[in-house]
């Protein structure tokens, strides 16, 4: 007896023609071993047609441009945060270039001559004030 | 679309990227190298599509996507085959059903996945495109340049062996 053999899967994806599938139906009604193996055959497909469908990954799209107003990081523009940071530094940088040599200081006494150069120069870095553990006397 | 053509590259990613990530990732069964190849299959069609002329726009695209894989493997001189990581991307699942649902799926993807990477590369690809992407036996022949015949014959033996494997 010849059995159905890759007729059978291709059966179940209606990948067959009108007499292949009429062969089929008759051939199955009569073998118990390809009813069994066409029940395999569909078991295994529908795990296959079950496996999760993966969404895209957003990078892919970022990487290729595809995906608009998303500027790569070192082309954006400064913003305004951006922009502080850097005068905050200029600033820290130009105190610290006028400011008289700290070497022999207390850090309260550093502290208070930043406080008083950040006055006089109207700068925008907001001064912490630096007190020493159990100092102020 | 034009004819079942996409216009644009842009329309290429957007209709077919989910479907051609998908094939890639049950292809290798790693989220990172099914990314990379992703990526490889859409700038080349972005060079392709210029030189593209009408007739079957899926047949082109997989063929595209094949090549793309086979490439990627022979450079890599690896087989055609990789573990299936332990921290599966799932991250990038499209629906999310009830929790004992999701976690039932994933276990029994997993065991799908890892049968799926234990079949011979063309009964792998031919199930994923018919069962995973969705090609008509024609479709996928135009994708492999095989006969329908021998498409028909891999779909059978890599569902036989997938079924023999999760027994």
Redesign the interface.
């Known amino acids: 007896m010849i059995h159905l053999g890759e007729l059978a899967s291709a059966y179940l994806d209606g990948e067959t023609t009108q007499q292949e599938a009429a062969k089929l139906v008759a051939h199955l009604g009569s073998c118990q071993a390809c009813q069994r193996e066409m029940e395999d055959l569909h078991a295994a497909r529908s795990l296959l047609r079950s496996l999760p469908v993966l969404e895209m990954p957003e990078s892919i799209r970022v990487d290729l441009g595809l995906v608009p107003n998303v500027v790569p990081l070192a082309r954006r523009p400064l913003t305004w945060v951006g922009a502080a940071t850097a005068a905050v530094m200029i600033f820290i940088v130009a105190a610290t270039a006028t400011a008289p040599d700290p070497v022999g200081l207390s850090l309260r006494e550093v502290s208070i001559q930043y406080e008083q150069q950040t006055l006089i120069d109207g700068g925008v870095l907001p001064v912490v004030g630096v007190v020493q553990a159990g100092g102020g006397q | 679309m034009t004819d079942g053509v996409p216009l644009s590259w842009?329309d290429v990613?957007k209709t077919h990227?989910?479907k051609?990530?998908?094939f890639a990732?049950?292809l290798t069964g790693n989220?990172d190298d099914a990314?990379d190849l992703?990526?490889d299959v859409?700038?080349r069609v972005e060079r392709g599509l210029a030189n593209y002329t009408p007739g079957s726009f899926e047949g082109w695209l997989w063929r595209i996507t094949r090549n793309v894989f086979l490439d990627d493997v022979r450079r890599k001189k690896r087989r055609p085959t990789t573990a299936l990581p332990d921290d599966l991307?799932r991250t990038?699942?499209?629906?999310t059903p009830a929790p004992d649902e999701v976690l039932a799926?994933?276990r029994?993807?997993d065991d799908?996945?890892k049968a799926?990477l234990g079949l011979p590369y063309d009964f792998r690809e031919a199930?994923?495109l018919?069962?995973?992407v969705g090609l008509?036996?024609d479709e996928i022949a135009r994708a492999v340049a095989a006969p329908v015949g021998t498409v028909?014959?891999r779909?059978?033996?890599g569902?036989?062996l997938?079924?023999e494997a999760?027994t």
């Open positions: 842009e990613a990227g989910r051609i990530y998908n990732y049950r989220p990314k992703a990526q859409l700038l991307d990038n699942l499209i629906s799926s994933i029994l993807g799908v996945q799926l199930v994923v018919c069962d995973v008509s036996y028909r014959s779909i059978h033996r569902r036989k997938m079924r999760l």
